[in-house]
């Protein structure tokens, strides 16, 4: 029970980042996504924004808890899976790049609109990385963990 709620927590913030993540983008109002009724707050890039940046808040504590849970709790019976550090590869480079996108965003950080571009392409990239694996990870039922031999 514990397993399906965990995981009911980790797709619901994923999608909600994925969502907010692509309004900060002015797709949604560009393609009348916006004009249907109830979704006129995606076409809103400041609303959006803060809610992206309460998001990863939320993300990062979650993960955090689930990390420590694994490593003081589980890490004795069970084991990461092949599909499980795949997973965690594209979620570091998410984290990473969602820093220094942040960082963009303060008054006094400069970078070079080259190195600007590679952060925003290998976020974007990284979190089309993730939904891909987990999608090929679903249909073939590839686990987080396993129990240990």
Known sequence: MRYHRIKA????MLFFMGLTGLAQM??????HIADI????????FYLTHRLHYLGA???LAFFAYIGLD???????RYRLTGAARVRLILICC??????????KNLPDVGF???????????????MMGLVL???????MKQVWIAPRA
Do not use: C, M, Q
Request: charged share 15%; no cysteine.
């Open 57 to 59: 808040i939320l993300l």
């Open 37 to 44: 009724p109830g979704l006129g707050w995606l076409a809103d």
């Open 70 to 76: 694994y490593l003081l709790e589980r890490r004795k």
């Open 94 to 103: 998410i984290t990473t790049t969602g820093v220094f996108r942040v960082l």
């Open 112 to 126: 070079s609109p080259g190195f600007t571009l590679f952060i925003d392409i290998a976020h974007l990239s990284s």
């Open 133 to 139: 694996a987990g999608s090929v990870f679903l249909v």
């Open 9 to 12: 927590i980790y797709i619901t």
């Open 26 to 31: 002015p797709i949604f109002k560009r393609y």
